[in-house]
């Protein structure tokens, strides 16, 4: 992995996993950022090209005097595509970055070539039991001014470890399957952010409210995804809090063209909870459903 940043309106940070092929962007959620796919990229670049960006405010891209919230990150990546992509690229986004990635394929189709959404932020659906632990999480990032003292708080008690750890006991239903090298990377992270990085809990603030928002407006939702025209694989984990199983069951009755994987046991990161079980499914997705993406 080669660390790397470019310039747009302000530096963009980035990993290369180097391989050739098709470009694969992968977009990290809420709080996430390029070390969420640290279990999977090496694997995925023996086939393809592999970039995992930092959306603006999250991983090592400052947020400056942009906005974090899901559309001033959908225009950020709409020019990192265009910056480093060399082409359409076949975007692989989980929870708020499977809604970006929906917004850029519906509003930009000419950039991307397919979509892989992992438990991506959607409204939620009816039949869904909301969990209470995420549902008072996200009540509180919506109070004014009280969601940044809440993180810096927690911040203070738990330490970065600690963060890691409730963050992953969170998103996971065994954070256990998690390679210690790759937590233990989430953990420099963590440390890095609360050290040198003031701005990091105005982003994840306002990335929050706007998802928040986004939730309210199912029609909008709906009608971004009846635009997508990019072969589209949707994998979800059957005991995500934080996105229920139930909506993206929903999602995919929205669209049956689509390719649907549910991960048994599984919680809201398959990617790192099931990382060889999921690059398969990328790779035979890839290879049997949408060979027009795998084409260099």
């Excluded at 640290?38 to 005097?65: I, K, S």
């Excluded at 001014?145 to 911040?155: M, S």
């Excluded at 050290?195 to 971004?224: C, G, K």
Aim: with cysteine; glycine share 8%; charged share 20%.
């Amino acid at each position: 992995m080669r660390s790397r940043t470019i310039d747009l309106d302000g530096p963009v940070h980035y990993a290369d996993f180097g391989g050739t092929g098709p470009t694969l962007v992968l977009v990290h959620g809420l709080g996430g950022s390029h070390v969420n796919w640290l279990a999977v990229a090496p694997v995925l670049a023996r086939r393809a090209r592999v970039l995992a960006v930092d959306l603006a405010g999250f991983g090592r891209t400052p947020l400056g005097e942009r906005s974090a919230d899901v559309h001033a990150n959908r225009v950020l990546l709409d020019r990192f595509l265009d910056a480093v992509a060399a082409g359409p690229a076949v975007l692989v986004g989980n929870s708020m970055g499977g809604l970006v990635a929906i917004m850029e394929a519906a509003l930009a189709p000419e950039r991307v070539a397919g979509l892989v959404l992992v438990a991506p932020a959607q409204p939620r659906s009816a039949e869904a039991r909301v969990d209470g632990t995420v549902a008072a999480l996200f009540t509180l990032y919506a109070l004014p001014l009280v969601g940044e003292h809440v993180l810096r708080w927690r911040a203070r008690l738990l330490g970065p470890a600690g963060v890691v750890r409730a963050t992953l006991a969170l998103c996971c239903v065994d954070p256990s399957r998690i390679p210690p090298d790759v937590v233990e990377a989430h953990v420099a992270l963590a440390r890095e952010r609360l050290e040198r990085m003031p701005w990091a809990n105005r982003a994840f603030v306002q990335a929050a409210r706007s998802l928040i928002a986004v939730a309210a407006r199912r029609s909008w939702f709906d009608e971004m995804v009846r635009r997508i025209t990019a072969p589209t694989l949707l994998v979800q984990g059957d005991r995500d809090r934080l996105v229920a199983a139930a909506a993206s069951r929903r999602l995919a009755g929205l669209r049956p063209d689509w390719s649907f994987e549910l991960f048994a046991d599984v919680g809201h990161v398959p990617q790192l909870e099931e990382p060889a079980r999921f690059v398969g499914s990328v790779e035979r997705w890839l290879g049997e459903r949408a060979p027009a993406a795998a084409t260099p």
